[in-house]
């Protein structure tokens, strides 16, 4: 809760006075290559939306597609999640105002929302949604309550059983509404608990398998927020359901909670104020607890969490988003009960009123700040589907670039190379060249301010596959080997980094920053000299600390 209000004018992003189209730098130029590109046309073609060919799949998980980016968030709340604030209505006009082309509606979990057939009545509200914002992809989900862990974000695309799979998940796997959620080492349940959440995994790997529903995925949200997430369980959850359980959320939402003078003086970037309880792993470091320039420390570290486990060889992606509850600086309030009414008899919170004053929140609007990029070759639910699951992702925060291409490629190959998340397969002793295409920003953020990046990272791990100790977070191979300082490049330019000769197998992934606050990582400089940091608590403006990451590319080496 804010311990004082602000008595400045409302930041320029929060003005509702400010117009919409000043606001958005991306959705009319990207909007307009979809047009041009007739991915709209090949979406929406007699009312159906276009599965990919099984060469096509192949083709876009290992080669070398021509992608368009579409931008989107995955964890968003509405008055159908018991403390949240917002309708649909309201989600998707500022999901669309800033610039997001899909959004996964992921409601709570939870007593008053299975009693009350949440699942159903939000359903009715989103195909109005639909309707109204068509070229928007808005998915129907349910935010998990992992049995012996925290969170993960469960979806499918439109279709027969959408609703059914979520009612069913919910009332079968729910940790929270089943009561198994100890987690903690030595509690008797926690082996219980930890089996039902991978038989959850393999369950929807089973409706998924025999066509009851055309696709759905699994990620898991804010994983160290209350390090209830074990190094172990992660694996488990992949191997369980490799085509369902696909990655993580690199940052958390929540990121508009750490303003100065807004939310206290203890308040972090994510939300991530806790302190390790009886339920997390023991494991972790105190300093896990805490956002590094408003990412989780299981991603932020150089050779921590996220690199071991795509040292093992195996692709988990990353993803940023809202988490959108409240709204920073917003001044709308939770409606009035009519009597007798609450949110366990109806499983919906009365629509909010507006006010005059800002309302206690921590969060962006959809889009605002926190976006997660998803390569495709084709305008369609499944297709972004297809393109999360191939590991096409780059995310970043305040808009700091407008675009990011990747490509690894022996130095004399044929054609451009693979892409964020593929695989190269090259000889041993094949010289590599990693090019790296960005687009710099080219409008005002949604703060105002033409973001500039100022260093790219080049981030290089060993592959050395499955790891015998399955709580391994370090993975002490991985280190940033190239550093390009591109402060002041404007435009669109390539960098052509040579890579060296290829005599292991390894990954490469990208790291990029405004350059405004940084230092040694936390496995120290020779691994990472000038990675992300935490900040003061209750002095996170994000706006000054912001940052990219892409998804990796595995190298191959074969005899």
Not at 18 to 27: K, N, R, T, Y
Not at 69 to 74: E, F, P, Q, R
Not at 94 to 120: I, K, P
Not at 489 to 497: D, K, P
Request: glycine fraction near 12%.
């Amino acid at each position: 809760m804010p311990s004082q209000r602000p008595t400045q004018p409302l930041p320029r992003w929060a003005d509702p006075d400010v117009p919409a189209d000043s606001l958005d730098p991306q959705g009319l130029s990207r909007r307009g290559l979809l047009c041009s590109a007739g991915l709209f046309g090949a979406a929406f073609a007699g009312g159906a939306l276009l599965a990919p060919t099984a060469a096509e799949a192949h083709t876009l998980a290992v080669g070398d597609p021509n992608l368009v980016y579409l931008v989107g968030d995955h964890h968003v709340h509405s008055v159908y999640s018991h403390d949240a604030k917002y309708t649909f209505s309201q989600l998707a006009t500022a999901a669309s105002r800033y610039g997001l082309d899909w959004m996964v509606l992921t409601e709570h979990s939870n007593f008053g929302h299975a009693r009350a057939g949440g699942a159903e009545a939000e359903h009715r509200e989103i195909l109005k949604a639909r309707a109204d914002n068509r070229r928007m992809l808005i998915f129907q989900g349910l935010e998990w309550y992992i049995p012996g862990a925290e969170h993960c974000t469960v979806f499918s695309p439109p279709g027969r059983h959408e609703v059914e799979l979520l009612t069913r998940f919910e009332e079968a796997y729910d940790g929270k509404l089943l009561g198994y959620t100890a987690g903690r080492p030595d509690h008797p349940d926690t082996p219980r608990n930890e089996a039902h959440a991978v038989d959850a995994l393999k369950w929807l790997d089973q409706q998924r398998c025999r066509g009851y529903v055309d696709d759905v995925l699994v990620l898991a949200n804010h994983p160290l927020r209350l390090g209830i997430d074990s190094p172990h369980e992660l694996r488990a959850w992949r191997d369980a359901a490799p085509e369902i359980m696909i990655g993580m959320e690199g940052a958390p939402g929540a990121q508009a909670g750490a303003f100065p003078g807004w939310a206290g003086p203890d308040s972090i970037r994510g939300e991530y104020v806790n302190k390790p309880s009886q339920n997390s792993w023991p494991g972790y470091p105190a300093a896990a607890y805490v956002t590094y320039g408003g990412f989780d420390w299981a991603t932020a570290t150089v050779g921590g969490l996220w690199d071991a486990m795509l040292a093992e060889g195996r692709l988990f992606s990353i993803t940023s988003n809202s988490d959108v509850h409240r709204v920073a600086y917003d001044t709308w309030r939770n409606g009035d009960w009519l009597p007798g009414q609450n949110f366990d008899n109806t499983g919906r919170l009365p629509d909010p009123v507006n006010t005059a004053e800002p309302q206690p929140g921590g969060d962006f609007w959809p889009g605002q700040f926190s976006r997660t990029h998803v390569g495709v070759t084709r305008y369609g639910y499944r297709q972004v589907m297809a393109g999360l699951r191939a590991g096409r992702v780059w995310v970043d925060h305040g808009q700091l670039i407008d675009g990011i291409e990747v490509r690894v490629n022996r130095e004399h190959g044929i054609g451009r190379g693979v892409t964020l998340g593929g695989r190269l397969r090259v000889r041993r002793g094949e010289k590599i060249v990693l090019n790296v295409t960005v687009t710099t920003a080219s409008r005002p953020n949604h703060h105002g301010e033409v973001p500039r990046l100022a260093h790219l990272d080049v981030i290089r791990g060993a592959l050395r596959g499955p790891v015998a100790d399955r709580d391994e977070w370090r993975a002490p191979d991985t280190r940033v080997v190239h550093t390009a300082d591109v402060e002041g490049r404007a435009g669109r330019y390539t960098l052509r980094i040579a890579v060296g000769r290829a005599e292991e197998s390894f990954y490469l992934r990208l790291r990029g920053s405004d350059g405004k606050r940084n230092g040694p990582g936390f496995l120290g400089a020779t691994t990472d000299p000038h990675g992300p940091v935490p900040h003061e608590p209750g002095n996170g403006d994000p706006w000054l600390d912001t940052w990219c990451y892409t998804n990796p590319v595995f190298v191959d080496v074969v005899k």
